[in-house]
C-alpha cells in the first residue's frame, strides 16, 4: 500500500464531502465498488475511508457500509447581548486598533501562517486587470474617470443586486474607496457634529470610528448574535432622542455574525420612516451567506433614505479598494463629496473588475468561497471546543467571517492583548466594538483563513493566555 495513492483518495472523497456531492446521512459506495472505480487495492481504500472516520467525517456501520457523518457543530448557547442602557455619547475607540492593523491582523489571530489556495478566480481577475491596463493606457494615464465610476462596473453592481431582488440602475451607484469610505460619504452627507448616530452593539470599530473624527454622538443599541439590533430598543431611543441616522450591518454583522429576521428589517425601516432619520446599511458580508443571501435593507425603502453601502473587500479581495454606495435621496451629495475628497477612482481596477464579472466569474468565485468559509467555521468551532474552556459561548453565524466569544465574567481580554502578542498571537478584544468599554470579556475570533496547525497550536495558547 502507497501511502501518496491512500491520501489521495482520502483527499478526494473529503473534497467529495464537503463540497455536498454527498449528502449527511448518504452513504458512500462500497468498498469494492471504490476499489473497482479507483484501480485501488481493497486495503489501500480501506485506509483511506479509516482516516476519513477518525477525522469525523465518515461512520461505519456494521454491514450497512459507510456514512457521511454531521459535522455540523451543534448550536451553543450564543453570547449574552448588552444590558446597558443607550444613552447618547462621544465616542472613543481603544488605540489597540492601530497596533491590530500595523500587523495587518483584525481577521487573522496568526499573520502570515499562511494556508489559504491560490483561487483560480483571484488569477483570472489578475488577468482582466492587466488586459484592461494595456487597454489604452496613455488614456487612463492622463484621465480621471468620471467620479461616480466606471459605467460598465455600475452596469455589473446593478445586475449583482438583480440576482437579490433589488432593483437598482447603473445610475444609482457611485465607486468609492472601499466599504469603510462609503460609509464615511453616508455619514459626511447625512450628519453634521453634534448630532446622535444610532449603531448596534456590539459594532463595526471602522464605523465608531468614522463617528469619533466627525463628531457625532452614539446611541448604541443591544444587538443578539442571532437576530442583531433589538427593535424594541431602537425604537424607545427614537422616541427619547433626538436621532439623525443609524448605521446597521443586517446581514452576518461584525463582530456577532447576526442577520436580522424579515420583521425585524421591516420596523426598521418603517420606524425610519415615521422618524425621518437616514439608514445607512452596510452590506460587506451579504454576498457571503453560505446558504441564501439575504436581500439588502434597501429593498424595502420608498422614501430613498436607505444609504447602501458595499464593496469587494470581504468577498473578493481588500487589496482592489473598490466599494460602492447607493445613496437614496443624497446621490447628488454624496457623489459631490467623493469628487472632492477622492476625485476618481482606478480606472483599470474597475474596468477589469467589470470584465471579470461579465464573465460570470464573480459568482463562481462567490459559490466556492462561501462552501470555504462554511468549513472554515466548522474547523474554528472544532478548536474552540477542543481547547478553550466549557463555558465559552460563541455564535454560529450562517455566513460572514467571524464568531462572536464570551468568556467567564471577570476575564480582561483586552489586558491580554500584550502577553499574547508576546507569543505571535494578535487577538481582537470586544472592547474594540464599543464606544462606552463594554464587553471586556469578549472577542472575535476569524474563520476568514484556515485552522493549519499552525494556527491550531495558536489557538490552543491563546485559550491558555486568557484564562491566565
Ligand atoms: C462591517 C464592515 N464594514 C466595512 C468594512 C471596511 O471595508 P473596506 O475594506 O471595503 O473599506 C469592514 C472591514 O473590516 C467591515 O467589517
Not at 167 to 186: E, H, R, V
Not at 280 to 296: C, K, Q, S, V, W
Not at 365 to 380: C, I, P, V
Request: include cysteine; charge should be positive; glycine fraction near 6%.
Amino acid at each position: 500500500m502507497t501511502p501518496y495513492r491512500y491520501q489521495a483518495l482520502t483527499n478526494q472523497l473529503k473534497g467529495d464531502i464537503q463540497a455536498s456531492r454527498w449528502k449527511v446521512g448518504e452513504r458512500l459506495p462500497s468498498v469494492r465498488e471504490l476499489c473497482r472505480t479507483q484501480s485501488l487495492s481493497k486495503a489501500t481504500v480501506l485506509h483511506a475511508l479509516h482516516q476519513l472516520e477518525a477525522e469525523g467525517l465518515l461512520e461505519a456501520r456494521p454491514k450497512s457500509g459507510y456514512f457521511v457523518k454531521n459535522t455540523q457543530p451543534e448550536k451553543p448557547p450564543a453570547p449574552q447581548p448588552s444590558t446597558r442602557k443607550p444613552s447618547p455619547q462621544a465616542v472613543n475607540v481603544p488605540n489597540i486598533f492601530r497596533d491590530i492593523m500595523k500587523h495587518s491582523a483584525a481577521f487573522d489571530i496568526l499573520p502570515n501562517a499562511g494556508g489559504n489556495q491560490a483561487s483560480t478566480h483571484l488569477v483570472s481577475l489578475n488577468r482582466h486587470i492587466s488586459r484592461a491596463m494595456r487597454t489604452h493606457p496613455e488614456h487612463s494615464a492622463m484621465y480621471y474617470n468620471e467620479p461616480t465610476g466606471d459605467p460598465a462596473l455600475r452596469n455589473q453592481l446593478s445586475e449583482h443586486y438583480r440576482t437579490t431582488s433589488l432593483d437598482l440602475a447603473p445610475s444609482q451607484f457611485c465607486i468609492t474607496a472601499g466599504c469603510q469610505n462609503a460609509l464615511f460619504l453616508a455619514l459626511m452627507a447625512t450628519c453634521k457634529p453634534g448630532d446622535n448616530v444610532i449603531v448596534e452593539s456590539p459594532a463595526f470599530y471602522g464605523a465608531l470610528q468614522l463617528l469619533q473624527q466627525l463628531q457625532l454622538n452614539v446611541i448604541e443599541i443591544p444587538a443578539s448574535s442571532e437576530t442583531g439590533i433589538d427593535i424594541e430598543a431602537f425604537e424607545s431611543a427614537l422616541q427619547k432622542w433626538q436621532v439623525t441616522a443609524c448605521i446597521v450591518t443586517p446581514a452576518f454583522a461584525t463582530p456577532t455574525g447576526a442577520t436580522m429576521s424579515a420583521e425585524n428589517r421591516r420596523q426598521l425601516v418603517t420606524l425610519a420612516n415615521q422618524y425621518d432619520i437616514a439608514v445607512i446599511e452596510d452590506d460587506i458580508y451579504g454576498d457571503l451567506a453560505f446558504e441564501t443571501r439575504p436581500a439588502p435593507l434597501k429593498k424595502l425603502d420608498q422614501q430613498e433614505r436607505v444609504i447602501l453601502c458595499s464593496s469587494f473587500s470581504k468577498a473578493l479581495s481588500r487589496d482592489l479598494r473598490i466599494g460602492w454606495i447607493s445613496g437614496g435621496r443624497w446621490h447628488d451629495h454624496i457623489t459631490q463629496l467623493k469628487l472632492v475628497t477622492q476625485l476618481a477612482s482606478s480606472q483599470t481596477v474597475q474596468q477589469g473588475l467589470a470584465s471579470f464579472m461579465a464573465e460570470g466569474s464573480y459568482r463562481r468565485h462567490l459559490n466556492l468561497y462561501r462552501q470555504t468559509l462554511k468549513q472554515q467555521r466548522d474547523q474554528l468551532i472544532r478548536a474552540i471546543r477542543r481547547y478553550w474552556p466549557a463555558s465559552t459561548l460563541f455564535s454560529v453565524p450562517e455566513g460572514g467571517l467571524a464568531l462572536w466569544l464570551e468568556m467567564d465574567t471577570g476575564l480582561d481580554i483586552q489586558a491580554a492583548y500584550p502577553r499574547a502578542l508576546e507569543q505571535g498571537i494578535i487577538l481582537t478584544p470586544g472592547t474594540l466594538f464599543s464606544a462606552r468599554g463594554q464587553y471586556r470579556n469578549y472577542l472575535r475570533l476569524s474563520f476568514t483563513h484556515p485552522i493549519t496547525i499552525a494556527r491550531e497550536i495558536a489557538l490552543e495558547k491563546l485559550a491558555t493566555t486568557l484564562s491566565s
